[in-house]
């Protein structure tokens, strides 16, 4: 019994000094323009876009919105306020592009988000949205689930009367 409680004790301590190291890793991704950039040949990523709009093949079309990019820019960051360890790295709110990072809860490993908001020639907005882990080869479809849970709370944010289209 005191064998195991003193290998529970290395086990816990391997796993602390993992995390803190983790979390002290300096990733500092780059900003970049979610229309004009080529997705890596990973899968641990995520794109929301309107295909119109970004050269990549999106994982899933965003929506568009009849409200304004600055009423929509508004949104996100409201909603952004609330997500736990995330931490801005690059905000240019005249071009209308922000760069997150986001730890996981845990391990305290990065995973980069891209965020743009486009006006539409139309009238509205879109936005893309790209999650991205730094570390690794596959994300365990966190990437995903984080922009899925995000459009879903701007959905809330704005009302069902803000999505110009399913």
């Not at 960051?77 to 592009?97: C, K, N, Q, Y």
């Not at 509205?124 to 994300?139: E, N, V, W």
């Amino acid at each position: 019994m005191a064998v195991k409680a003193v290998q529970r004790f290395w086990v816990a301590g391997a796993v602390a000094m993992l995390a803190a190291w983790l979390g002290s890793c300096d990733a500092v991704p780059e900003p970049m323009d979610l229309r004009t950039f080529e997705k890596p040949d990973v899968a641990n990523h995520f794109l929301v876009c309107d295909p119109a709009f970004c050269r990549a093949t999106p994982d899933m079309p965003s929506p568009n919105f009849w409200q304004s990019a600055e009423r929509i820019g508004k949104a996100l960051h409201t909603i952004l306020r609330e997500e736990p360890r995330l931490f801005p790295v690059s905000e240019d709110d005249a071009a209308g592009r922000w760069l997150y990072v986001q730890r996981s809860a845990l391990f305290r490993f990065p995973d980069a988000i891209w965020v743009q908001i486009m006006s539409r020639p139309e009238g509205g907005s879109t936005l893309a949205l790209y999650s991205r882990s730094l570390y690794g080869r596959y994300d365990f479809g966190v990437n995903e689930a984080r922009l899925r849970r995000w459009l879903l709370a701007m959905e809330y944010e704005l009302g069902q009367a803000g999505r110009a289209n399913r």
